[in-house]
């Protein structure tokens, strides 16, 4: 991985982590001393950012080196395992403040006249932290397509799933200065709801990532279509395209000519070998082997 772009992912990561921390700070001790069940989420779903935050940067030191003799392939799939923790991370924390909240809005229709309205101040909290949130989303979101990175793809998405979160706890605490205090609870349990679906849809992907899955079909399609368009190829005996991150790894058999010395079959080689890495960017390496072809 080119020097800059580590260096613009883990900018990305400190920057993350900076901010959560001065978040979830923010929103637990206004949450609990404001009596607001959604802000106290919405504090927990910060609190987790920060443990993701610390992770990534941790997994993503060894996942951004350059290959070496132990790894020759490079260290890109620490970064799929940091992406399948960063979805168990989300499903535990979704798992507890789902709970958490029903367990509260079981207890305030026992007894409605035990709660107590979250104050204004949880609710101006709300609205300070959806705007950062948002404008943390857009700079993850262009940090990872400027770096190509799925984890910072990964987190752009949590944070515009923490705006959302924020959103509905600004709508809770805003009903329930008219004394409409559920509403509080079921933001709470609305918020538990979005991590979980986030937690589910960055787990599925985290497994296509680690478990070498192939692409799509008109990807593989056009590699090989490109390949036996290609001259001195007379056919494409067997093609295997594997996802590698963001990347992909092909390996390719071709018929060649069966009178062609050996130094000739080895060119066309070569030649597919080149031109397939130099037309689909994508292609981290393409592996060319060369059987005789019999008309």
């Keep these: 991985m080119k020097a800059q772009k580590r260096k613009d992912i883990l900018k990305a990561i400190i920057i993350g982590l900076v901010v959560n921390i001065l978040l979830t700070i923010l929103k637990l001790t206004s949450g609990i001393m404001g009596h607001s069940a959604a802000l106290t989420s919405d504090g927990l779903n910060s609190f987790s950012d920060v443990f993701i935050s610390i992770m990534l940067l941790l997994v993503l030191r060894i996942a951004t080196k350059k290959p070496d003799h132990n790894h020759p392939y490079g260290h890109e799939k620490f970064e799929g395992i940091a992406y399948l923790l960063l979805g168990i991370i989300f499903l535990l924390t979704s798992v507890f403040i789902g709970y958490d909240s029903i367990q509260s809005m079981i207890a305030y229709l026992k007894d409605p006249q035990a709660a107590i309205t979250p104050s204004i101040v949880t609710l101006i909290i709300s609205v300070i932290a959806l705007i950062i949130k948002f404008f943390l989303y857009r700079y993850y979101l262009l940090s990872s397509r400027k770096t190509g990175s799925p984890t910072l793809k990964a987190d752009s998405k949590n944070h515009l799933l923490d705006a959302w979160a924020t959103l509905f706890s600004v709508i809770g605490i805003s009903l329930s200065q008219f004394n409409l205090i559920i509403f509080d609870y079921i933001a709470a349990i609305i918020i538990g709801l979005f991590i979980l679906r986030l937690a589910v849809q960055i787990l599925v992907e985290s497994v296509q990532y680690l478990v070498d899955q192939a692409p799509d079909d008109d990807q593989i399609i056009s590699i090989h279509d490109f390949i036996g368009s290609l001259k001195g190829v007379l056919n494409v005996d067997d093609l295997k395209v594997r ?17 062609l010395t050996l130094e000739m079959a080895h060119e066309i080689a070569e030649k597919v070998h080149h031109l397939v890495e130099k037309e689909f960017p994508k292609v981290l390496h393409c592996m060319v082997h060369v059987n005789p072809h019999r008309s």
């Design 243 to 259: 996802k590698h991150m963001t990347q992909i790894y092909v390996d390719v058999e071709i018929g060649v000519d069966a009178t």
